[in-house]
Structures are given as structure tokens and as C-alpha cells.
């Protein structure tokens, strides 16, 4: 895909393979290829919405771009700002060593999907948004107890919650305060990993919408992974659809939605509920399960599920294309297709 040049993260060719390991001596038998060659420019203030069957691989991508899983091939790099004189400069964080990302996690943060599992009981709600300072070196004791009462006022909790303990907390607290700690260090890039998915829907939007009111606030960019297309819609800029591993089509999100060039796209939006009753469509139901990332089929991956395949798609993988105003597919098909999307 097109380098921006002004990209905040740009990722090229990134695989995560795990090793399938049997036996007594644990030899590797075979790899899941979790993900298989993703390019991605994330813009800065932009929110990316990632999104894709379960499995498909987006977890591994945010996990591999925070460094959290090694990658096994390609290239994750950052504009960061210059420590002296406040411009930015690249730097290819790919194969940094750990102290050297431990810096840069002041600069990439991430919100993860279970309220409940990602907060530890034992720890008090101040020690839990201070903690990332006090990894990190940063201040007094008494200066780490106000900045996270700082930043949890700022995700709508008050100071009289800074000792309170999880357990009193609802899950859309419990989110907030998922979302303070992820924001105590200051980062530019936020990957919010299925943010809203564990939640109930009445406390979804007030969740989605103190994500975006924090972006305007604090001039956030964030990589925004989920399977719901409704959320993605409402929040996301641009999207990425990936499909096995990989990203099979990419734009902003209007377009994506309305018109659509790849199949797998389509399928997605087609099971999306429309509020206006009246406009029945069509919804496609895509026939046999998500072939398995430790033997994907050859060519096209999706192939064995899309209804539009020809011979050619079996045997060659369709190189993505910008077809326009950077809407990108990975399809053989795309030109001739007429897909159908969801009205504006
Ligand atoms: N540590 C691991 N070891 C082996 N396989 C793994 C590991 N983590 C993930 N996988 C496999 O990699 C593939 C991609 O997983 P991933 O969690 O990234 O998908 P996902 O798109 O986030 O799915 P979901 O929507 O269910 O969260 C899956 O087949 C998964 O089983
Ligand atoms: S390349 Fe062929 S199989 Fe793949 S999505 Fe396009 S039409 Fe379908
Ligand atoms: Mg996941």
C-alpha cells in the first residue's frame, strides 16, 4: 500500500507465524499464520477501524504493532516527536530491544476488551492508572496520585473512586478506568482492542463516545479493533477488512461501506441490520467455515467462500490495488464486480 510519508505508524509486510509445537521433544510441526503480510499506514487523529471475522488476526496485528508478540516478518515504524526540538522523526521500532520499548510505550497504549480481566482486584483504582508511571519512572508518589486523578476525571470518574477497588465498579466504569490508565502516559497511538464488545449496548455508545471526545480533547490516534460494523461505522475514519492474516480491503469509511469492491467486504456489511425496515437487502451468507491460518488455501484466501471466484482465483494471490482515492483491494475481480454496499 502508498507510504504517506506523514503516516503517525506505518507497518509493511508485518507476519506473526506461532510455532505448532508436538511430542516429547516439542518439535515445531507447523505454524499458525496468525498474520500473513499486513501493510497499514495509521494517520495521525485519524481512528483506523479494524475489522474481520473471529480469528482473522486483528488482536495478533495490534499486539504485534505494541510489540507485546514478536513479529516474524516485516516492518512496524513510528513517528515519534523528537525529545529537543519537537519534530518528528521515524523510527523502525520492528526489532527493538525491551528497555528501548519500554520508552516508547509512553507513546502507544492499549485499551483491552475485558474490563473485568484487565484490571487487577487487589490494587486500588489510583494504583492502577498511576502504575504505568511508576514502570516508567516518572514523578513523585504524590505527583503519579494526581495525574491519574487528573486522568480519571478526565474519563468522567471522580477523585473519591482513586481508592476504591474494581470490584465496585461497573463494567463501563471499570472500561473508563481501562481507558484512563491507558492515557496516563500521554500516548499519540491508542489501540483499543474490541473496547465496547464485553459491554452492555445502553453503556456502549457512552463508551464510543468519550473515545472520540478524548481524540478532539487530546488529539488521539487510534487503531480500533472490532467485529461490530455498526460501532466501526460510526467511529472510524478509514477501514481495514481482514480476511485469514491478511487485509483484503482498505478505505475511508463511508466509501467502504457504500461501495464496496471486494466480496468479503460485502458479505460483512450484508449482515449488518438496517434501521429503515422498508429497505430489505439481500444478506449473503458466506458457505463453509474460515479455512484454517495453519493451511490457508492457496491464491486468493478467500476463494473457498466467495461466491464471484473464478479458476484464476484459486491460483493467484490478487495483489492489493489502490482503485481510487486510496480505497485498496486485494481482488482479481474488483474492477468488474458490481457490489452492493448499505446507503449513506
Ligand atoms: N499465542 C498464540 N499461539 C498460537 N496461536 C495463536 C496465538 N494467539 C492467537 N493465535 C491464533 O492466531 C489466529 C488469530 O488470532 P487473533 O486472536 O489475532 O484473532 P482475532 O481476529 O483477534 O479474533 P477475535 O475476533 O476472536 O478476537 C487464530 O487462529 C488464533 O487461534
Ligand atoms: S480474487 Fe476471486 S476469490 Fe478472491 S475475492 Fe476476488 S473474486 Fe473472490
Ligand atoms: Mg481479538
Excluded at 479494524?50 to 513517528?79: F, M, Q
Excluded at 490494587?123 to 486523578?149: H, N, S, W
Excluded at 482492542?193 to 487510534?222: G, K, M
Aim: charged share 25%; net charge positive.
Amino acid at each position: 500500500m502508498t507510504a504517506t510519508g506523514e503516516s503517525l505508524l506505518t507497518v509493511r509486510g508485518l507476519k506473526v507465524h506461532f510455532p505448532i509445537r508436538k511430542g516429547l521433544f516439542r518439535s515445531v510441526v507447523g505454524h499458525v499464520r496468525a498474520v500473513d503480510g499486513v501493510d497499514l499506514d495509521i494517520l495521525p487523529g485519524e481512528t483506523l477501524g479494524l475489522v474481520g471475522e473471529s480469528g482473522c488476526g486483528k488482536t495478533t496485528v495490534g499486539r504485534a504493532i505494541l510489540r507485546l508478540i514478536e513479529p516474524t516478518a516485516g516492518s512496524i515504524v513510528l513517528r515519534a516527536p523528537d525529545g529537543n526540538d519537537g519534530t518528528a522523526r521515524e523510527i523502525d521500532i520492528t526489532r527493538f530491544e525491551s528497555r528501548r520499548m519500554k520508552a516508547l510505550r509512553r507513546s502507544m497504549q492499549m485499551i483491552f476488551q475485558d474490563p473485568y480481566a484487565s484490571l487487577d482486584p487487589r490494587m486500588k483504582i489510583g494504583d492502577i492508572v498511576a502504575e504505568p508511571l511508576r514502570a516508567q519512572g516518572i514523578g513523585t508518589a504524590g505527583q503519579r496520585r494526581e495525574r491519574a486523578r487528573e486522568v480519571l476525571s478526565a474519563v468522567g470518574l471522580s477523585a473519591e473512586h482513586v481508592d476504591r477497588y474494581p470490584h465496585a465498579f461497573s463494567g463501563g466504569q471499570r472500561q473508563r478506568i481501562g481507558i484512563a490508565r491507558a492515557l496516563v502516559l500521554g500516548p499519540s497511538l491508542v489501540i483499543a482492542d474490541e473496547p465496547v464488545s464485553a459491554l452492555d449496548v445502553s453503556i456502549q455508545a457512552q463508551v464510543i463516545n468519550l473515545l472520540t471526545e478524548l481524540q478532539d480533547r487530546l488529539r488521539l490516534t487510534y487503531l480500533f479493533i472490532a467485529h461490530d460494523l455498526s460501532v466501526v461505522r460510526y467511529i472510524s475514519t478509514r477501514v481495514a477488512v481482514m480476511y485469514l492474516g491478511r487485509i483484503v480491503e482498505l478505505a475511508p469509511t463511508d466509501e467502504l461501506f457504500e461501495k464496496p469492491r471486494h466480496p468479503y467486504t460485502e458479505a460483512l456489511i450484508s449482515a449488518v441490520p438496517v434501521p429503515d425496515s422498508d429497505r430489505k437487502r439481500r444478506r449473503i451468507i458466506l458457505q463453509g467455515d474460515v479455512p484454517s491460518p495453519v493451511n490457508p488455501p492457496r491464491g486468493c484466501p478467500f476463494h473457498t467462500r466467495c461466491r464471484y471466484a473464478e479458476d484464476a482465483c484459486a491460483k493467484d494471490v490478487p495483489v492489493t490495488r489502490d482503485v481510487g482515492a486510496g480505497h485498496m483491494v486485494a481482488c482479481h475481480l474488483s474492477e468488474r464486480l458490481s457490489l452492493e454496499g448499505v446507503a449513506g
